[in-house]
């Protein structure tokens, strides 16, 4: 019930025009939301610990048939995997607000920041495919609009392209959940529709498969299982998105505006790593172990090709959307590991990389904003003409390098331990670990670089950048210092005490194995 | 009770509970400098009684010392250590392992050991008379007005994050208050953001240190998968353990140390990850002390002195002796490289900086030596062999002592001769500038002094006599003078250099460096002396540098009395450096017993070789070096100019061995090798150029791949389906015949289609 009305409100505050109220009403609801949430997490509404679940149960569930001859559900419900994602969706709604006050056309964008971020908890929150998809397409029509509307001047080719790109990914994905649905045994599961015999339902699916997922037993064939798992994957790797298939982010990035990006690599990418916890991993087990090396490799690849492209932008924006990149790679090398630790790992960079890459694209924002250019090297001297953007800009940046007692630091030590036990256990060649080694390196070599143009140098006789037209240069807005120092304040939080959020995560990782891994590996115990 | 391992025992002291403080009022101190910095920036009172800050960090230290004063009083009985009851979860995870979910956690607490106390103390000491430096230093130099705030914090967050790495209980910790120092190097190193210099510093300083640190950190994770666990109190009971042991493979262990070792190699500024040293010099004076000198570089040998436990253990004997050899080889290229760097610098800053290097070079090689001899000899049942090795291990961490506190005191000293200089040449023009009136002339001339560069130097040694002491004996300690600081520690280190390389040919090299490198300290740190006290000044500014402030005496003279007073520390087993516990100021032998030993171990121990050693080592430092030195630069002070009874012999004899002996040098100073020392080598042009060329060179070809194939494939995919549709868009041609004819084919296909089927 509850999510069902954030979705709404979302919808709702679509037609109001003016954009002072309109402002305030999305800031209140997106407050209300996180409230909610946050209440959630302290046992306020519900008395849910988000602990020993159990794999494949869910707290809060809701459901109301949609449509029952096809057996699709409205089928809501949260469980340690999806509740740290749909706390992240709106922490960072509110902030997102915070930090783009003053976007012009306000009365449209502010309520397409709340749909979006409707539609994004909508995904988390589905236990139904049909659901689940329809939420899926729909995060990309306000994200469309951010971008062709309020974008920078290829806005249309990047809308263009992002929408065309992923969405040719999700139909592919579609192929698969479809194929999914009528390869089921009709009448197998218990909320099967009456004309088809077969049913939408995530958590029933993955009982079915778990429960014929058992020693050297494939649910579904072992042909049919990796032919679904590669593409529902797909679908999953453009989103996130993985090498080959990232080079949507940047071109999206660059052109939308700030509130966009932020949503974009805050949460919208994380929908695919999402996903792929969510369905093929619970699904195709088996897959995915045929498929760990394949998934090593994309991430291996993601993760040093990200950086070492990095290294060679000029464009501020860019840099930190293929930041973004090697990041993710992070996600799919954890979970390639097969290690508890690593999923974790990657469940951890998905909430701490949530918090850190808004910063980072808040702190592009303002620069574009203020200095009218996104070239490294157009403003230097920034301590000193903006010492709040300087300052928010290297705290961001050193959180992204994975600075130690800030959030990014955890996730990466995790993955570095989980790699590290795949190697010594499992027996992987040791030169597995010169790809992290090297990105450690190169993360910091390009983040340094940018601020050694950035923030440093300059000097008294600075003059102000050419774009800025003699204009003085001014330091961020109030607005946007809040904005920068809550998610500053969050990414120690979670650095320093990783645990508020990690424990829950550890626990799903922990059910997943005992439920999903182990009977697989034990054979049929 | 052995020390080094220091599990044996684990003793609770009811300070323990205080001891998070010392790491937490610093760190809490940080971001209250940070806001009321920005909050009341220009405010009188926030300036003047404040000190921008100066005094809340002042505060903050003062209270770390106390506390760590106690606990270390507490400590001073035994060789125990304390483990702290503390426990503060930081994360929980598991793994998975032949067929098992095992749960692991990563917690934080504090351990106490002997190797932390001397450290603690050495880093919350000097924190905190780096700190009154800083006041005298940092708040009367109008370039630094109204961002003081910035420094203190920077200044306090690093105290916290040093501080926090000699407390942390396991090495997970360890690293993660690495980093943090690391920052805070950068952040300062990079204090005057605006030159482009500093940034260039700034940025080397943390890429150079973060190489290290990759490595640091995967063998942080071969040691946690090899033991379960990065806590040393259970790695350290683990390696005694045999049934442990045998599970263990010796060479992925030494793998792991090795890879750790480089960490440290980053960190302390060793070969060949030493280039960022000495353009950290780039930051404050007051950071270059502390940072650059007493405290971060140490973290790096502390590192090292941590792993002492695994080449002591007897399961491990003679596995881990390449790693020892490589620790003091390292140790050993380093000191005589960067001493010899140091002979032709002309900045003050520089020269010791490469000071700093090389005498870091120094403890590694010591380490490295006793590291040898615990892993060879069997020292924890045989009384000798363990004497051997005590002796050995506690003569680098004593050098350690000795240099932070000498180390520290000079670039105070040299912080405080550069701060006059910078003044008396403002004050000149000045007055220049009241007399003729030109007002350029004095920004005209800004640029083209250097206040750093010994050139514009000489003849302070009347000027500036607390000053010309503080250095004098500090530079004395350095080079290893009989009796003062260094010398008790640096003889040790010799003797066992050469100890080991009796038993082990490899071990001839760094032996041989580093006692080269003793003649080579001699002279360098005389030059540096004399080129700036004695001798007349060089430039009209030295002629008119006056005395220093209180805030900035204040620590000379504290440190003046420590390094002179090295002996009684070792004497009092402050951190058991001498061969069993019974020396101490709480143990049944008192101080005059353990001074007698000391003075009867460095001077007369029975074994002829080592006599002799000691004489040679002695000779060529204290005799060779600076005799050379004093023959080439310095002489006669000015006429009429008086100094402190104390300083007048070396005045003297300065002058009648200048007048005496003095010979051309330009041949050596023009030729190609003292050329290439002044280019350091050329390592930094060689790494830069790596830098721009090959990895600059390479991102840039990969962003334009990216650019053109990856995303080029998608391009002509998206081209590609366009002139399709165009293709199909032209079909629709409007005319109806063309649809009757299209619509025939597709029935007839559709029908061809269903019979094929059918």
Not at chain 1, 18 to 42: H, I, K, N, Y
Not at chain 1, 275 to 302: D, K, T, W
Not at chain 1, 333 to 342: C, D, E, L, R, Y
Request: proline share 3%; with cysteine.
């Amino acid at each position: 019930m509850i999510l069902l009305a954030f979705v709404s409100n979302g919808n709702a505050r679509m037609r109001a025009r003016l954009v002072g109220p309109v402002r305030m009403a999305c800031l209140v609801f997106s407050l209300l939301m996180l409230v909610l949430t946050t209440g959630m997490f302290f046992r306020y509404f519900g008395d849910v610990t988000w602990m020993d679940i159990g794999f494949n149960e869910y707290e809060f569930e809701h459901k109301y048939t949609w449509v029952e001859s096809l057996g699709i559900n409205w089928a809501v419900g949260l469980d340690a995997l999806s509740f740290p994602m749909v706390w992240l969706t709106t922490f960072l709604l509110p902030v997102t607000i915070i930090a783009t006050w003053n976007e012009k056309h306000g009365a449209t964008y502010f309520p397409l920041l709340l749909m979006m971020g409707g539609a994004l908890i909508g995904v988390f929150v589905s236990l139904d495919l049909f659901m689940f998809y329809v939420f899926w397409e729909l995060t990309l029509i306000p994200m469309f609009f951010l971008i062709l509307k309020w974008g920078g001047k290829d806005r249309k080719y990047a809308s263009q392209k992002f929408f065309i790109y992923t969405f040719t990914a999700s139909v592919v994905m579609l192929l698969g959940l479809i194929t999914l649905y009528f390869l089921q045994d009709p009448y197998s599961l218990a909320s099967s529709g009456t004309m088809t015999g077969r049913s939408f339902s995530i958590p029933e699916l993955i009982d079915n498969a778990r429960a014929n997922n058992i020693g050297d037993n494939w649910y579904l064939g072992a042909q049919m299982q990796k032919i679904l798992f590669v593409m529902l994957m797909i679908g999953f790797l453009v989103k996130l998105p993985a090498v080959p298939f990232h080079t949507w982010l940047p071109d999206a990035h660059v052109q939308a505006p700030t509130g966009g990006s932020m949503l974009l690599a805050g949460v919208m990418l994380k929908m695919g790593a999402y996903g792929m916890f969510r369905l093929p991993i619970s699904l195709f087990p088996h897959a995915l172990y045929h498929f760990q090396l394949a998934l090593m490799i994309i991430g291996m690849v993601s993760l040093v090709w990200g950086a070492i492209v990095c290294l060679g932008q000029t464009n501020l924006k860019k840099m930190v959307a293929y930041s973004s990149v090697s990041h993710m790679g992070v996600i799919l090398i954890g979970i390639a590991t097969m290690q508890p630790m690593g999923w974790a790992a990657a469940l951890f960079m998905m909430f701490a990389h949530g918090i850190i890459s808004p910063m980072l694209f808040a702190v592009c924002g303002a620069f574009k904003h203020h200095y009218h250019s996104m070239e490294i090297g157009a403003m230097r001297g920034m301590a000193k003409h903006s010492p709040w953007l300087a300052t928010s800009m290297m705290f961001a940046w050193m959180a992204s390098l994975g600075l130690p007692l800030l959030a990014g630091f955890v996730a990466e030590i995790m993955m570095l331990i989980a790699l590290w036990k795949m190697i010594s256990v499992d027996g992987w060649s040791i030169w597995w670990m010169v790809g992290p080694a090297l990105v450690l390196a190169l993360t910091a070599a390009y983040y340094l670089w940018s601020m050694q143009r950035t923030i440093f140098e300059g000097g008294e006789d600075t003059q102000p950048p050419a774009s800025m037209k003699g204009h003085a240069i001014p330091d961020i807005s109030n607005s946007e210092k809040f904005a920068m120092l809550i998610l500053a304040l969050f990414t120690i939080i979670f650095g320093v005490l990783p645990w508020i959020a990690l424990d829950m995560m550890d626990d799903w990782t922990i059910q997943a194995f005992e439920g999903l891994i182990i009977p697989l590996l034990k054979g049929g115990a | 009770m052995v020390a080094g391992t220091g599990t044996d025992t684990i003793i609770d002291s009811e300070l323990m509970q205080f001891a998070p403080l010392i790491i937490l009022l610093p760190m809490l101190a940080f971001p209250v400098i940070l806001f009321l910095g920005r909050v009341f920036n220009r405010n009188p009172f926030w300036k003047d009684t404040m000190k921008e800050g100066g005094i809340i960090a002042l505060v903050v230290m003062a209270s770390s010392l106390i506390i760590s004063l106690l606990l270390i009083k507490d400590h001073l009985g035994g060789f125990a250590s304390m483990k702290d009851s503390v426990d503060f979860l930081w994360l929980n995870s598991s793994v998975y392992e032949s067929g098992n979910l095992t749960s692991i956690s990563f917690g934080f607490g504090i351990y106490i050991d002997h190797i932390t106390v001397m450290l603690l103390f050495v880093a919350s000491f000097l924190c905190l008379l780096i700190n009154i430096f800083s006041i005298g230093y940092m708040n009367t130099d109008p370039i630094n007005d109204n961002r003081n705030h910035r420094f203190y914090a920077e200044f306090v967050l690093f105290c916290s994050g040093m501080l926090g790495m000699v407390l942390a209980d396991s090495f997970l910790w360890l690293f993660i208050f690495w980093e943090i120092m690391g920052l805070c190097s950068y952040l300062l190193i990079g204090f005057y953001y605006e030159k482009p210099s500093a940034a260039y510093a700034a940025k080397k300083a943390f890429l150079t240190t973060r190489i290290g640190d990759v490595f640091l950190i995967i063998g942080l994770v071969m040691m946690w998968d090899m033991f379960g666990s990065l806590d040393y109190d259970v790695i350290f009971s683990a390696v005694e353990d045999e049934t442990f042991m045998a599970g263990v493979s010796s060479s992925t262990l030494q793998w792991a140390l090795g890879l750790m070792f480089i960490g440290a190699v980053g960190k302390s500024a060793q070969f060949p990850l030493h280039v960022w040293l000495p353009d950290a010099m780039e930051g404050p004076t007051p950071v270059s002390a502390l940072i650059h000198a007493a405290t971060m570089v140490n973290a790096g040998l502390y590192l090292v002195a941590r792993m002492f436990p695994f080449f002591g253990s007897e399961y491990l004997q003679h596995d881990l002796v390449d790693l020892a050899f490589i620790i003091a080889l390292i140790g050993g290229i380093t000191a005589v490289m960067a001493a010899a760097i140091a002979f032709v610098q002309h900045d003050l800053k520089k020269v010791l900086a490469y000071s700093t290097m090389s005498q870091l070079a120094y403890i590694f090689t010591g380490l490295g030596c006793a590291m040898f001899l615990a892993n060879t000899l069997d020292w924890q049942t045989d009384a000798d062999a363990h004497y051997i090795v005590i002796v050995a291990f506690g003569a680098a961490l004593f050098h350690l002592f000795n240099h932070a506190m000498a180390k520290g005191m000079l670039f105070m000293a040299s912080g405080s001769v550069i701060h006059e200089v910078h003044h008396a040449h403002h004050h000149l023009h000045h007055h220049d500038d009241h007399h003729d009136d030109h007002g350029d002339h004095d920004e005209g001339h800004e640029e083209e002094f250097d206040a750093q560069s010994m050139d514009n130097m000489g003849g302070l040694a009347s000027k500036m006599p607390l000053t010309a002491t503080a250095m004098l004996v500090g530079s004395a300690s350095i080079m290893g003078l009989p009796l003062i600081g260094g010398f008790w520690s640096k003889e040790g280190i010799i003797a066992n250099a050469w100890r080991v390389a009796l038993e082990d040919p490899r071990f001839f090299l760094p032996a041989m460096c580093v006692l080269v490198g003793a003649a080579m300290t001699g002279f360098y740190m005389s030059r540096m002396w004399l080129k700036t006290f004695a001798g007349k000044p060089k430039t009209e500014v030295a002629a008119h540098v006056g005395q220093t402030n209180t805030w900035i005496k204040i620590p000379l003279f504290v440190l003046t009395f420590v390094t002179l007073s090295a002996i009684l520390f070792a004497g009092m087993g402050f951190t058991h450096w001498a061969p069993d516990s019974e020396y101490g100021l709480l143990s049944e032998k008192n101080l005059f017993d353990g001074i007698a030993y000391e003075m009867s171990h460095a001077f007369a121990n029975g074994d002829t070789f080592f006599f002799i050693l000691t004489y040679v080592a002695i000779a060529i430092g204290a005799v060779l070096g600076p005799g050379l030195a004093l023959s080439l630069y310095g002489g006669s002070l000015a006429e009429g100019e008086k100094v402190k009874p104390w300083m007048k012999p070396i005045i003297r004899l300065n002058a009648w061995v200048y007048d005496r002996y003095n010979f051309d040098n330009q041949a050596i100073a023009n030729s190609g090798l003292s050329r290439a020392l002044e280019n350091r080598l050329y390592f930094d042009h060689y790494y830069d150029m790596a830098m721009l060329k090959i990895v600059a060179g390479f991102s840039d070809k990969s962003a334009e791949t990216d650019k053109n194939v990856v995303d080029g494939v998608i391009k002509k995919i998206e081209t590609g389906t366009q002139s399709i549709s165009k293709v199909v868009r032209s079909m629709t041609t409007g005319s109806a015949r063309d649809y009757i004819l299209m619509v025939a084919v597709g029935t007839l296909g559709i029908f061809f289609l269903l019979w094929g089927v059918a």
